[in-house]
């Protein structure tokens, strides 16, 4: 995945009836494609041209049809019978995306009502439901700060979405044994998400690590000591090891073109190449190419979620300690997260992995400030089939020392951290969460509607 990050992407499909007061109406569109581009989303689709008419609305909503869009926002500039309405929402449904019907408020002035815009959306709002797609709504000025807001987040939510549908996601190897939580089914992440697992088989993967050059592994290690000024006290066959995992995960990505890549790290890269292979997860993840431990293929792809969200890299985590009386918990790995995680205040050190006795792996505090929670996570099985719920939460990461070692982080949830691990426990989640600094709940929230995926709130 690279790690550019393009700005959401609003269809904005303008409709009115000739019978209203146009000018007002075109003045209403106007305003509208001007706030949404003002916010810094792109803009597709006819914009603020009304569409009147059938044929011109068909000739508008086929162009759209080659176009990408992240949401489509349907702008009742004035009363409109269904019929372009349908026409348009139908498009969102075959991609998969939300779809917005915004109507403008009325001065009651005693005159001639001029648009009847709410009355357009009621219309609207019933003809789409007896076809069964789904939608939100606003009723707001066109450049009132809130709706701009709402519409940026369901645009946020749709580019998620498209990230998901077009996700490659490479599993280096087999989940270990009794780690049913990094189980997946391949076929059922395609028909639901449109997400692609690509098997990687371990063997190849050592194979192909061990038998990396010189000059990446010396560019790897150049690298890391500018995160890790420690570097030269660890050992250098293990430092250069983890470079030859990292050169091999990179080209895998490069030429598959993942966007996420989940590794049984352990026991193989400990006992056949003598390393520890955090450290190369911990630059892929720096480098907005998500990866996680123990072949956890849904915690990728979460990260992938979260990178779509934020543009920023994610982290994947256990829960392991919480203490009732200071309402706080630990989160912590190994040592993959990101190095732009870390606390400032605290830094960076090359370190070895706690089990293993190995490098290479980055050991810090994460930074404090707001972190959103989330796990795209199975649910028991019901008719020979598994359920999907997203599970999200949200809290304030904690400036404070390490809890242990390798990468930890002190979060305060949102709620009471006792209660959290009774959801954590009464829901049966699995092991790992993942996180991405900023608030992006709302998003989630939209998301899970748009897929269609139960929605379990830690926090």
Do not use: K
Not at 81 to 90: G, K, L, M, Y
Not at 428 to 448: M, N
């Amino acid at each position: 995945m690279s790690s550019e990050h393009r700005p959401p992407i609003v269809a904005l499909a303008s409709i009115a009836r000739p019978t209203f007061d146009l000018p007002l109406a075109r003045a209403t569109a106007e305003q509208a494609a001007a706030a949404i581009g003002a916010a810094g989303l792109a803009l597709a689709g006819p914009g603020s041209e009304l569409l009147v008419d059938s044929g011109g609305a068909e000739q508008a909503l086929a162009a759209l049809r080659d176009q990408p869009f992240d949401l489509l926002v349907l702008l009742q500039a004035s009363f409109a019978d269904s019929t372009i309405a349908v026409r348009a929402a139908t498009l969102a449904q075959e991609a998969g995306l939300p779809l917005l019907l915004w109507a403008v408020p009325e001065a009651r002035t005693g005159e001639r009502l001029r648009l009847n815009s709410l009355c357009g959306i009621n219309l609207a709002g019933h003809a789409l439901t007896v076809r069964g797609i789904a939608y939100d709504y606003l009723l707001a000025p066109p450049d009132e700060p809130a709706a701009i807001a709402r519409i940026a987040t369901l645009a946020r939510a749709g580019a998620a979405r498209r990230a998901l549908s077009g996700a490659r996601i490479g599993v280096v190897g087999q989940h270990p044994e009794g780690f049913e939580p990094c189980a997946y089914d391949a076929g059922e992440l395609a028909a639901i998400f449109g997400a692609a697992v690509v098997p990687i088989e371990l063997g190849a993967a050592l194979a192909r690590a061990r038998d990396v050059g010189a000059a990446p592994r010396e560019a790897f290690v150049a690298r890391a000591a500018a995160h890790a000024p420690n570097l030269t006290e660890l050992d250098r066959a293990a430092v250069y090891g983890t470079a030859g995992v990292y050169a091999a995960l990179r080209a895998y990505a490069d030429e598959q073109r993942l966007d996420g890549v989940a590794v049984r790290c352990w026991p193989e890269y400990f006992t056949e190449l003598g390393c520890a292979a955090c450290g190369a997860m911990s630059m892929l993840n720096d480098e907005c190419t998500p990866a996680s431990c123990e072949a956890d293929v849904h915690g990728t792809l979460t990260l992938v979620l979260l990178r779509a969200l934020s543009g920023a890299p994610a982290f994947i985590a256990d829960l392991v300690s919480v203490d009732v009386a200071s309402d706080t918990a630990a989160l912590w790995h190994c040592g993959l997260a990101p190095p732009s995680m870390a606390d400032p205040e605290a830094g960076v050190r090359g370190a070895l992995h706690s089990n293993r006795r190995l490098p290479l792996l980055f050991e810090f505090p994460l930074r404090p400030g707001r972190v959103t929670l989330a796990r795209i996570s199975r649910t028991r099985w019901t008719a020979g089939r598994a359920g999907y719920r997203l599970v999200i939460g949200g809290g304030e990461m904690l400036r404070a020392p390490r809890s242990f070692s390798g990468t930890t982080g002190v979060i305060r949830f949102d709620r009471p951290a006792g209660e959290v691990l009774d959801t954590v426990m009464g829901a049966g989640l699995e092991h790992h969460l993942c996180l991405v600094y900023g608030d992006y709940r709302a998003e989630l929230r939209s998301l899970a509607r748009l897929v269609g995926l139960e929605l379990l709130e830690l926090c």
